[in-house]
């Protein structure tokens, strides 16, 4: 036998019933089920705040995962919004009128007040963004260093 | 302690699922692993520490690293050998760290009423003889032939939950196989 000449066998080594039983005996018994239930009961006990902070961690991570979610589908609504709106627009002549504003104000040149030319130029067709632009200049600013230029 | 191979499948199984449940802070899951692996695991910690309160802090300690861990567990393998190589490294670093309180070993192997007074005595030597050899094994060499031989775990199962080769173990095994076997020899004339 390999292990006599104290060679260490290559295969699965056969097992030794008389040294498990003298393991056994040196070892002593197993813990009595009293003990291993107190022991599992520590454990419980010191769990409690790990568990509790998974249990937090979990419920945020699906919060997180819906949000992005929720998020991503939002985006694509208002895209889907904007595109179908912008057609409705085209559809109703409302892009292209931007001059629609310019003639109703020059006809109010002579000291008509600012409500009757906001009036009638949405009543020709003017959108209220046109409309908002004339009033309080574009939103880029680009309109105030135009006026600058001219004077 | 160890089962046939369809309950250990199912055990590894069932296994997933509670860790999937421990993940998400599930304490009756934690509860159920517990007590699935604490048995062994107390007797193992016992076999690396020698005495009874030292094993008992060393298992606590395994089970709680053990759920701090949880999320690295790689779900594909058995839990059992990820959890008890966790409990073996705390446990030989525990050794390294802290003095550990000296015990007298329990005594298992009583004498039955109708031995006479010379085979108590010598019985009771050979037992002494074999515990010391026992004792003054490295912590590896004492594992491994406790869980080969007592236990009943092959040597991938060991090498697994140690986180060694097989052929370590096998030589690990052999050596302290040669130890105890020289040890009860010896008494025996």
């Given at each position: 036998m390999n292990?006599?000449?104290g060679v260490v066998s290559l295969s699965e080594p056969e097992r030794d019933p008389h040294l498990a039983h003298a393991i056994r005996a040196a070892e002593?018994?197993?813990?009595?089920?009293?003990?291993?239930?107190?022991?599992?009961?520590?454990?419980?006990?010191?769990?409690?705040?790990?568990?509790?902070?998974?249990?937090?961690?979990?419920?945020?991570?699906?919060?997180?995962?819906?949000?992005?979610?929720?998020?991503?589908?939002?985006?694509?609504a208002t895209l889907f919004a904007a595109v179908l709106g912008g057609a409705t627009l085209i559809g109703r002549g409302e892009i292209g009128s931007d001059t629609a504003f310019a003639s109703a104000a020059a006809q109010s040149i002579g000291g008509a007040p600012l409500d009757s030319v906001v009036t009638r130029a949405l009543a020709g067709g003017a959108s209220s963004e046109q409309v908002m632009n004339a009033l309080v200049g574009p939103p880029s600013g680009e309109w105030l260093l135009t006026q600058a230029v001219e004077r | 302690?160890?089962?046939?191979?369809?309950?250990?499948?199912?055990?590894?199984?069932?296994?997933?699922?509670?860790?999937?449940?421990?993940?998400?802070?599930?304490?009756?899951?934690?509860?159920?692993?517990?007590?699935?692996?604490?048995?062994?695991?107390?007797?193992?910690?016992?076999?690396?520490?020698?005495?009874?309160?030292?094993?008992?802090?060393?298992?606590?300690?395994?089970?709680?690293?053990?759920?701090?861990?949880?999320?690295?567990?790689?779900?594909?393998?058995?839990?059992?050998?990820?959890?008890f190589r966790l409990l073996i490294n705390t446990g030989i670093n525990a050794r390294k760290a802290r003095a550990l309180r000296a015990s007298e070993p329990e005594r298992g192997d009583y004498p039955s009423r109708d031995e006479?007074?010379?085979?108590?005595?010598?019985?009771?030597?050979?037992?002494?003889?074999?515990?010391?050899?026992?004792?003054?094994?490295?912590?590896?060499q004492r594992l491994v032939v406790s869980m080969f031989e007592v236990d009943g775990l092959s040597t991938a199962e060991i090498a697994e939950s140690l986180g060694i080769s097989r052929e370590t173990v096998r030589w690990h095994h052999h050596q302290a196989r040669q130890a105890l076997r020289h040890a009860l020899a010896m008494f025996r004339g």
């Open positions: 292990e006599e000449r002593g018994p197993a813990a009595s089920m009293a003990r291993l239930e107190l022991l599992r009961a520590r454990i419980a006990a010191a769990a409690v705040a790990a568990l509790e902070a998974r249990r937090d961690r979990a419920w945020w991570e699906w919060m997180a995962r819906w949000a992005r979610t929720e998020v991503a589908l939002a985006a694509a | 302690m160890v089962g046939s191979a369809a309950s250990d499948d199912a055990d590894v199984v069932d296994d997933r699922a509670l860790v999937d449940r421990v993940k998400q802070g599930d304490a009756a899951a934690y509860d159920v692993l517990v007590r699935r692996h604490l048995s062994r695991a107390t007797m193992v910690a016992r076999r690396l520490l020698g005495n009874v309160e030292d094993a008992e802090d060393l298992v606590q300690e395994a089970f709680i690293r053990a759920l701090d861990r949880i999320a690295t567990f790689d779900q594909t393998r058995a839990f059992a050998p990820w959890f006479n007074p010379l085979e108590m005595a010598e019985r009771e030597e050979l037992r002494e003889r074999f515990v010391a050899a026992l004792a003054a094994l490295p912590p590896r």
